[in-house]
């Protein structure tokens, strides 16, 4: 069945880089378009970023667009989230989800997401 | 950018009750919507996509209606594991937007 793993996540100061992954298995994840969603403590969920199968269309939500980067490693069945220049307001768990087809639509299936903290 | 707007934010209900939740899409969007369901400390659950397929797997109880701008979740007979939260999703146009969320509480 389809699991996703994710992983870095962790305490950070303002300012500083964080890069997520997210490991993927009981699919090939080359046939799939994925997608990053946060929710911070207690709030909603928000749409972050998202990467078509083979990497080359890649979209961002306006609140991340220009520090966070999202990538994927086919053969390593592992995408990534860079994150840079960090903000208090990027703390959030953060889940990565497989869409149902090769370019970006829905996210069908998720992972159990991995703690953001930004506090100086 | 495509804003939507769930309503209501919040709702008590009891078992066996009848239960709807709207998203209002601010720009037409076809059928490009999916219903998730939360629960508290776990991962969102698709419900439904494409404005009314149901996700396999998930209970007849729950279906979805609409099109355009306006949009529903119905769940038929409200069950005991059915008190989560409820998002709807819009994915129009390579654009993804989250409604606030429904709370649903027991009655």
């Known amino acids: 069945q389809v699991q996703l793993v994710e992983s870095g996540g962790g305490v950070v100061q303002p300012g500083r880089s964080l890069r997520l992954a997210c490991a993927a298995a009981?699919?090939?994840?080359?046939?799939?378009?994925m997608h990053w969603v946060r929710q911070a403590p207690g709030k909603g969920l928000q749409w972050v970023a998202a990467?078509?199968?083979?990497?080359?269309?890649?979209y961002y939500a306006d609140s991340v667009k220009g520090r966070f980067t999202i990538s994927r490693d086919n053969s390593g069945n592992t995408l990534y989230l860079q994150m840079n220049s960090l903000r208090p307001e990027d703390a959030a768990v953060y889940y990565c989800?497989?869409?149902?087809?090769?370019?970006?639509?829905?996210?069908?299936?998720w992972g159990q997401g991995t703690l953001v903290t930004v506090s100086s | 950018d495509i804003q939507m707007t769930q309503s209501p934010s919040s709702l008590s209900a009891s078992v066996g009750d009848r239960v709807m939740i709207t998203c209002r899409a601010s720009?037409?969007?076809?059928?490009?919507l999916d219903w998730f369901q939360q629960k508290p400390g776990k991962a969102p659950k698709r419900l439904i996509y494409?404005?009314?397929s149901l996700q396999s797997g998930v209970p007849s109880r729950f279906s979805g209606s609409g099109s355009g701008t306006e949009f529903t979740l119905t769940i038929s007979s409200l069950q005991p594991e059915d008190f989560a939260t409820y998002y709807c999703?819009?994915?129009?146009?390579?654009?993804?937007?989250f409604g606030h969320g429904t709370k649903v509480e027991i009655k």
């Open positions: 989800a497989r869409d149902s087809m090769w370019i970006p639509s829905s996210p069908e299936f």
């Open positions: 009981g699919f090939t994840l080359r046939g799939y378009a």
């Open positions: 990467i078509s199968n083979d990497g080359r269309n890649k």
């Open positions: 720009e037409g969007i076809r059928n490009d």
């Open positions: 494409s404005a009314s």
């Open positions: 999703l819009q994915h129009h146009s390579n654009s993804w937007t």
